[in-house]
């Protein structure tokens, strides 16, 4: 695994995305929903670091069906926080086709949010799939699977507390692992 963002470098990025979205909304209260799994870690670092009032709730949405590519995307809404009238912020791990962002955006506004931003970790320098672009961004990154601080491959390595780049043969060895 090679390390692409060290612990220190995720967490300055993570604090310069509070000072941005702090700088952008000011003391205006605002709701601030994960996209679960990918975001749990960002989601809990950035949220203390934000010094608006927040709501705070969660969304599940997942399109990686056990492998590298992106599949059929999923949203589960049912723990989801009402939304009406709000300023919502969307936090998600990753910014890549832009399917699970715009998609979630879309549900928002449907559900009578005021106004919807999203918020990521990393952007993926590849073909998106949508027009949406994310609001704030911590870091580019150039299109390769990465795993750990949240991010995933077959739900495991969410707990590396850096960002790692999985080489082809470890992508291989942990399918086989986890059908062991
Ligand atoms: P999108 O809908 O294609 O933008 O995909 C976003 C979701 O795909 C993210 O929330 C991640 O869960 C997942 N994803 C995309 N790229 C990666 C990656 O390099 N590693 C792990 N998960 C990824
Ligand atoms: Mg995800």
């Keep these: 695994m090679r390390t692409l963002l060290s612990e220190a470098e995720l967490h300055a990025g993570v604090q310069q995305l509070a000072s941005e979205i702090d700088n952008h909304y000011g003391p205006r209260p605002l709701t601030v929903i994960a996209i679960m799994t990918g975001s749990l870690v960002l989601f809990a670092d950035l949220i203390r670091r934000l010094s608006m009032p927040q709501r705070v709730g969660v969304v599940q949405a997942s399109s990686y069906r056990g492998g590298t590519t992106s599949g059929q995307l999923q949203v589960d809404a049912a723990m989801m926080i009402d939304v009406k009238g709000r300023d919502v912020l969307l936090v998600d791990d990753i910014f890549d086709t832009g399917k699970t962002l ?46 750990g601080y949240g991010l995933d491959y077959m739900d495991m390595y969410r707990n590396l507390p850096y960002l790692a780049v999985l080489s082809p043969a470890e992508i291989e060895s942990t399918a086989a692992e986890s059908e062991a």
């Design 102 to 147: 715009d998609r979630v955006s879309g549900m928002m506004l449907e559900h009578g949010a005021t106004s919807v931003k999203t918020a990521v970790l990393l952007h993926k320098l590849t073909q998106h799939s949508v027009e949406m672009r994310p609001d704030f961004v911590a870091f580019e990154i150039a299109d390769e699977f990465v795993v």
